[in-house]
């Protein structure tokens, strides 16, 4: 296996479309010798939406126990192509606020004003690191003036400000609000903490010791042409919705893949991806303790409240109805799904362009499906 987590030339078999059970317009299959028919078909929606042209790039890795195979499709030249991640960041900055807490710099219940004294106010004194990450604090999903500040390519600081200022939905706790803005408080609090900018934090707690070599909070000093393009036409309404006068601040704008916004600024290759998916399954410690890694991936209030851990959505709703209850993963609008399931030691990772309200069923979607019914046949 080579430094990216691939099998050499030499211990791959080769299967030509037609074995796979797909129409060949460039998509090629990698995987482990022993297991060469094992996923045979799982990527045959991928493969169909691209052959259609309703998605212009895709990269489908999978892994069972020691399996692996990946399928890059379309514009994505090759397994290693480098998506925007979207919401999948979430995750891996929460990994990264964990890591202070493994080092005794935060305590998952010390309050935000603690840290963030501006913060104050409309029972802001309530809330806490955890609601934050748990999506529990009553802030919003985007500020009110999400369009205005990015059409005004606003520092991640001018973020910070509105998030502080908004008013919360409910007293922290008591319900569950997808919050794009308490992920960006929490990274705040990591960011004054350590006395590092997030895209640093990120890299040396969370990418290097895993070993991600495209990972990046931002484009990691990359030329914005060597990333694979979202199909902004059909782009989520925070991302301009495909209006023609969003280009300068949409998911391909050089101000947002600059940005490195901490609810959604990440970018990776499917690879990575599974390389972080996989530290969680196997809780080596190489980056959290393995209590610490455990406690993301654990439902934190209620099942009335909400299905999340800390950072991570917990179940079916996200991933798969043919997984456990035991599943872990989380999705992006531009087109992203990743799982982990620790029943059956499995991961699945599918990267495109096609954003993630365009269709229903996505394909993202049907391939994930299709993998976690293979895995449960096995």
Not at 25 to 41: K, Q, W
Not at 139 to 154: G, I, K, T
Not at 329 to 354: E, F, M, N, R, Y
Request: with cysteine; hydrophobic share 40%.
């Amino acid at each position: 296996m080579n430094n990216r987590g691939f099998f050499s030339r030499r211990d791959v078999v080769r299967l030509s479309c037609t074995a796979a059970g797909l129409s060949c317009v460039g998509g090629r299959l990698m995987l482990n010798r022993a297991e060469a028919s094992g996923f045979d078909g799982v990527a045959a929606a991928i493969q169909q939406s691209v052959q259609s042209g309703q998605m212009k790039a895709a990269v489908m890795m999978v892994q069972h126990r020691d399996a692996q195979a990946v399928w890059p499709f379309g514009e994505a030249v090759s397994a290693d192509s480098v998506f925007l991640l979207a919401s999948i960041t979430k995750p891996m900055v929460a990994t990264s606020v964990m890591a202070l807490c493994d080092s005794g710099d935060l305590r998952l219940d010390d309050r935000v004003d603690a840290f963030i004294p501006e913060f104050s106010g409309d029972n802001r004194n309530q809330v806490t690191i955890r609601h934050l990450l748990s999506h529990c604090s009553g802030l919003p999903d985007q500020l009110p003036e999400n369009r205005q500040l990015r059409s005004s390519h606003a520092s991640l600081d001018e973020f910070v400000e509105g998030a502080m200022r908004v008013p919360l939905a409910f007293l922290p706790g008591s319900k569950f609000l997808y919050s794009s803005m308490g992920i960006l408080l929490a990274s705040e609090i990591a960011v004054r903490v350590s006395g590092m900018p997030m895209k640093r934090l990120i890299q040396e707690r969370v990418f290097a010791p895993l070993g991600m070599q495209t990972a990046s909070l931002g484009t990691g000093g990359r030329p914005i042409a060597s990333l694979v393009r979202c199909q902004t036409e059909h782009a989520a309404a925070e991302a301009g919705a495909g209006d023609a006068d969003s280009s300068a601040w949409d998911w391909n704008s050089l101000y947002w893949r600059e940005l490195g916004a901490p609810w959604g600024g990440a970018h990776g290759s499917a690879g990575d991806v599974v390389k972080f998916l996989a530290d969680f399954l196997q809780l080596s410690g190489k980056v959290l303790k393995p209590a610490t890694a455990g406690e993301m991936v654990t439902r934190q209030f209620s099942p009335a409240v909400t299905s999340r851990g800390l950072g991570f959505g917990l179940g079916r709703s996200n991933s798969s109805r043919h997984c456990s209850q035991e599943v872990f993963g989380h999705t992006g609008s531009t087109g992203t799904l990743a799982w982990a399931d620790p029943k059956s030691q499995a991961i699945c990772v599918v990267l495109t362009t096609l954003p993630g309200g365009v269709v229903d069923p996505h394909p993202r979607q049907v391939a994930s499906d299709a993998f976690a019914t293979r895995i449960r046949q096995r």
